[in-house]
């Protein structure tokens, strides 16, 4: 019988659909931030102390990600993301009445940050982690690219919004694209699971088709885990907190680039189109870096991966600031470039840490710990910023800081070592896996 034309796997149409949403979310809410900030510090004239204490809450409301993934466990990415949406694009549209710093926090900094954390990138990735099994960490690649590329369009547009429309209107204009971008298309075409749609994961890609030889390659090249860690055993290690420290010091400089890095090309003489523009050349260097490093990240030790991208970005932080103070558009892209390009893969490079010292099988209820460390050093990035700019009238040492610390945990990283595993703890995981594997072969069977 003849097989015909080989029909596309509908992941694909879930990866694109992720990927979307990843876009509206970074593009209007996330990456854009430096718009808002710019508006607030140079046309409403706001103090920046006040500005700031605005995006520290919203970092810190990423301590919360917890409840985020309960309610995708309930309910399902699709609904998750379309009506939280809603939720967060009215908060938006409210916050064109705010006219004070104070009512700013709530509305938005409240608001608005706490309800896009249920349609941002840890609903996007769920999706695609329950579509796509062998080939997750490339699906997931692409989500982070298309949420790379909402950083590279967004920014310009929403400057030129502030330069021709007020306030109010712009954000009305945002909050509409919101919704059409990152909830409609989701709405009608996303599934959660394959078989809602009597597919398999993978598109029932067999052991026997995967590329096994490729799957060698990896596990000679570093440490995997004979044993799947329990989160408890893996919490009480060091080695998760390192690589969430890692993961910040990279996170600490992004947040100051795209939260202050308009207002500090703006001071140093840059228009406010030219300066966001510069600004989303960072998303456009990491979408690049997310497409091509990715997969690079594979096949090099976690350790190296996480301090050749740490000491890369902190160099680029410096690069960026001489840059600006130079009023060098070439140094600043040259800056961009080299933050950009290394930040791209770094979940990859956290993923295969995470999985190499402790099994994939916990990844999900393990990655959160890297996220609280995460989200405090991202929540200090803001306060630092505000308090340098504050006392000193420029931003200049915000970024010195950023390189600093950066450069710092780079070697953190670099003394990352596997977690020993002892002997009791391979009697508790096989009885485990045991007990596992009993009680699945029992519902198998049935009463």
């Given at each position: 019988?003849s ?13 694109l659909?992720?990927?979307?949403t ?7 809410l ?30 810190v ?16 990415p ?8 809603l ?23 409240i608001?608005v ?11 996007c990735f ?21 949420g790379?590329l ?9 400057a ?10 712009s ?13 409609l ?15 398999e ?23 995997q ?27 600490f ?15 140093n ?41 740490s ?15 130079n009023?060098s558009v ?13 930040d ?23 990655q ?25 009238g420029?931003?200049s040492?915000?970024?010195y ?13 670099l003394?990352?070592r596997?977690?020993?595993v002892?002997?009791?703890l391979?009697?508790?995981y096989?009885?485990r ?8 072969g029992?519902?198998?069977l049935?009463?």
């Open positions: 019988m097989k015909g034309k080989k029909k596309i796997y509908y992941g694909w149409i879930i990866t659909l992720a990927g979307l990843y876009f509206g979310s970074n593009g209007l996330s990456t854009s931030s430096g718009n808002i900030i710019s508006q607030l510090l140079l046309e409403k004239g706001w103090d920046a102390t006040s500005v700031s204490l605005t995006y520290t809450i919203r970092s409301l990423g301590l919360s990600l917890p409840l985020v993934g309960l309610l995708l466990l309930k309910v399902g699709r609904i998750c993301i379309c009506v939280t949406t939720i967060t694009a009215v908060f938006l549209t409210l916050t064109g009445w705010v006219n004070t710093p104070m009512m700013f926090v709530l509305v938005y900094g608001a940050s706490f309800s896009m954390l249920f349609n941002d990138q840890l609903a769920a999706v695609v982690n329950n579509w796509w099994d062998k080939r997750r960490g490339e699906q997931g690649g692409y989500v982070q690219a298309l790379g909402g950083g590279v369009v967004f920014p310009p547009i929403i030129l919004l502030f330069m021709h429309f007020s306030w109010k209107v954000l009305i204009i945002m909050a509409i694209l919101l919704v059409a971008i990152t909830a298309p989701q709405w009608f075409l996303m599934k959660d699971y394959p078989s809602q749609m009597g597919l994961v993978d598109g029932g890609v067999t052991e026997e088709k995967v590329d096994k030889k490729a799957d060698a390659k990896v596990e000679k090249r570093y440490y885990s004979p044993v799947n860690w329990d989160v408890k055993d893996a919490v009480a290690t060091p080695q998760i907190w390192i690589m969430g420290i890692t993961w910040g010091g990279v996170t400089g992004y947040c100051a680039v795209m939260y202050f890095g308009i207002t500090h090309m703006m001071m003489g840059f228009g406010q189109l030219q300066a966001a523009s510069l600004v989303s050349a960072l998303s456009l260097f990491i979408l690049i870096g997310s497409l091509v490093l990715s997969r690079i990240t594979d096949r090099i030790n976690p350790r190296i991966s996480l301090f050749l991208i000491l890369l970005c902190g160099i680029g932080y410096l690069v960026f600031n001489v840059g600006v103070i009023n070439p140094v600043i892209i040259l800056g961009m470039a080299l933050a950009g390009l290394p791209g893969p770094i979940l990859s490079a956290i993923m295969n840490g995470i999985c190499s010292f402790y099994g994939s099988k916990n990844y999900a209820a393990i959160p710990y890297c996220n609280v460390v995460l989200t405090i050093i991202a929540s200090v990035s803001s306060v630092v910023c505000g308090a340098v700019l504050s006392s000193t420029s931003l040492g915000a970024y800081i950023s390189a600093i610390f950066a450069v710092v945990v780079a070697f953190m990283a003394a990352l596997p977690p020993k002892t002997e009791k391979k009697e508790k096989a009885a896996d045991a007990a596992e594997a009993k009680i699945a029992d519902e198998l049935g009463p």
